[in-house]
Structures are given as C-alpha cells and as structure tokens.
C-alpha cells in the first residue's frame, strides 16, 4: 500500500527508512519530508498544517495510510478530519491528544486515578498563582498548559524566579494562557518510556533516555534534544510492573471512560526517584531524538504494527527487538538553540559511507540544486546499534569527526550516564 508520513524532522526520516523496508509498503510520501526522506520516498511540499491539501493529495495519490510523527496536528484533529475517507490515520484522535496537548487535563486523570505524578496547583489568573508562591519550598516548577514545542516548563530557584516565570506565562509568551501549573521539583534521573496501542489493546515499545540540554554534563538551555541512548539504564521489571499498572493502564481506562480509545504510539515521560515512577508528561507521538535511537533496534515489520494498530489487531502481532545498544548523537547549527544560520551547506554528507547498523538521519536539511543545506537547528541524526554503548557511541563519533561540519556542533557525552565519561 501506499503510506504518507506527516512531519519534517529527524523522527519522520527514521519512520520512512523503517517502512521502506516493510513488506506491506509500495511507495512513501512524506508531508514536507527534508532531504534524507527525498532520498527514499517522494517529498511533497504541503505544511503539516494544511489538512485539506493534505486530504487531496492522499486522495490523489492513493495513499492508504497516514502516519503522524509530530503532535501539533493529533490534537489539532487530523484524525476526525479523515474521518470522512477510507483512509486509515495512525495516530491518536482529539480527546486522547488532550494527554499532550492540555497539562491540567492530565493532572486532573492523574488525580482521579491516583497516577503518580508530582503534587501540583492550576492557577486560572495571575494574581492567585503569584499569591501561592510566597513561603514555598524551592524549586518549584512551573509550566504553560498548552503545547509549548518543549518550551514553557520554568524551573524555578526562588520566589522571584517563580514571579518571572508567572507573568511570562500570562503575559503571553507561549499563546493566550488560561491557567498556569505550578508543580512540586521531583529529584530522580529521567526516562521515556514508550507503549504502542491499536485502542483495546497495547505493547511495549521501548525506553530511552534522552539528553534535553544544550551543554555537555546536562546543563545550559534546554533544546530539542542532544542525543539519546536506548535502552534507558533504569530498566527493569519491576519498574516495568510498576509502569504498566499505576500509569498507563489507568490513563487508557481514563479515556475509555470519555468515551474514546487510544491509538498510536504513547510516550510516557517519567521522573524515576528509587525504582519508582512518576509521570511527567505524556506525549502522543513518539519522541524525537528517541525514536531515530531506538527504531534501529526494532526487528518486527514497522509497516505491519502500524497496520495492525489502525485494524484493532495488535494482540497477536508479537514485536521483537535486537539486544543492542543504541546511542544517537545530534549534530546541531552552531548558535542552537538561540539564532543560527540558515541554508548553511552541508554537502560533505555525500562523503559518509556508512558501515552496517550505523544510520543518518536527517533532521533540518534540504537538497537545493543538488546540493545539501542545513535549515534548521538539529541538522542530523548520527546512530549506531552494536552489542556496547561506548563502541555505539565511538562509531557515531567517528562519523561526526569525517563529517567535520564546520558550521555545527554536538554533545560528545551522549550516553554518560551508562558509559562513563
Ligand atoms: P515537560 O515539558 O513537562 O516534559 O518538562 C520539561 C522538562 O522539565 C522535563 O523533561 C524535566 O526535565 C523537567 N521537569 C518537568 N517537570 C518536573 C518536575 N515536576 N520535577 C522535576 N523536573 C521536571
Ligand atoms: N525528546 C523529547 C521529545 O520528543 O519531546
């Protein structure tokens, strides 16, 4: 069948070079796509905004099925949107991408079903929630309530900190904000944890650890992401147990009772603090960059679960993974994540000749007269899958050392955590 991928980044790429190899699939679109989906699939310049364009093209070019990487459009209801069509989108509908898309809606079906998460306060105006800050035990974190592109999270040292943070929150700073969040700071080492559902029924998809910070050590502004590895080192069944039956099964049951279902991949972000889960947040896609970190570990048909999920048949699809260890190192525009030159040229990527279980993928990159130019902030993807992290890691170092991008930085402690420095 013909599948469209909606999105342009790092993750998209990974999503298309999997399917590329499924069985079950003819020719990929990828809705914008960058360069490295140019290679491999058919680019098709429509803005992952544009619903009705996209709707005619797919239309047009028979495609069967439409795979969502980004959140901006599952909660903005891609999903309902074809439901007038046959056409099969894997993603979660409007009601579930609230897990995303709206903080206090999460906060309030963690309260119903005592989902561990950290204690919290919504503010409806500013002037309550300045009141509430006097007096506190610091840090305390603050936080926008709708999508923030990874922004809109404060975490805040003192008093006047927390003030700041408010007023920028009210003031506008990340969309017309009706409320803010105002949580307790949870001491422990993150993980992403990720489920894959067809809406009854649900698998495991891996955990991952990613690396928010800009500077080496996790310190500086928080980006994207720097790099991942996969899987996380705080894996383990208990906690998987734990997992499954205090987070997960009850927010599915949760959006039963709305009356709806959960389909797609599930990101749950957690605080782990001595073998114990917190959420932080769900997202209602996968991760980026942990999705480029852990698809290379996958060794079921990407194409067959995703169908299977969008036909309620996921129960009897058993998904396999490759006992290896996957780091991935992004290679950022030098200036990231504040300003940064656009349209910088790239080209040497040409040169890279890549070994078995080593991939690239790209992030913000574009062919332009048959040359390559980076155009975003997170330029590329460089992942290796070998039986060590450090000689996962050494291989995606000497990739990033032939490549010598002038123009570009990246992280070189990706991973630190599990190998040492
Ligand atoms: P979020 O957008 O909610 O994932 O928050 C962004 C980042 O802020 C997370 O990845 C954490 O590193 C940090 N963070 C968010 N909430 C908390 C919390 N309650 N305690 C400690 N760190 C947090
Ligand atoms: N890596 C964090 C995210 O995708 O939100």
Known sequence: MNIGIIGSGGREHSLCFKLKES??????????????????????????????????ECLKKNIELLVVGPEQPLVDGIVEYFNDTKIKVFG????????????????????????????FEIFKDEKSALNYLSNKKYPLVIKA???????????????????????????????????????????????????????????????????????????GKNTGGMGAYSPSRLYNFELDKKINEKIIKPTLEGIKELGSNYCGFLYVGLMIVDNEPYLIE????????????????????????????????LLNLEIKWKNKKSICIVLCSNGYPDKYEKNANIDQIRNIILDNDEYIFHAGTKIEGNIYLATGGRVLNIVAITDEFSNSKDKTIKILETLNWEKGFYRKDIGYKVIGV
Do not use: W
């Open 23 to 56: 069985k079950i699939v003819d020719k990929i679109y990828c809705f914008p796509g960058n360069a490295g989906t140019e290679k491999i699939a058919q680019n098709v310049n429509i803005e992952t905004k544009n619903f009705e364009e996209i709707k005619k």
């Open 92 to 119: 979660p509908n409007k009601i579930s991408a609230q897990l995303e898309g709206s903080k206090t809606f999460t906060k309030k079906l963690c309260k119903k079903f005592n989902i561990p998460t950290s204690n």
């Open 145 to 219: 309530d709708g999508l923030a592109a990874g922004k809109g999270v404060y975490i805040s040292k003192n008093e006047n900190e927390g003030k700041n943070a408010i007023k920028e929150i009210f003031g506008g700073r990340f969309g017309k904000a009706d409320c803010v969040l105002v949580e307790e700071f949870l001491l422990g080492e993150e993980m992403s944890y990720f489920i894959v559902s067809d809406g009854i029924n649900y698998k495991f998809f891996q955990t991952a650890q990613d690396h928010k910070r800009v500077g080496e050590n996790d310190t």
């Open 282 to 313: 769900f997202n209602v896609r996968m991760g980026d960059p942990e999705c480029q970190t852990i698809l290379p570990l996958l060794d079921t048909d990407l194409g067959e679960i995703i169908l299977a999920c969008c036909e309620k048949k």
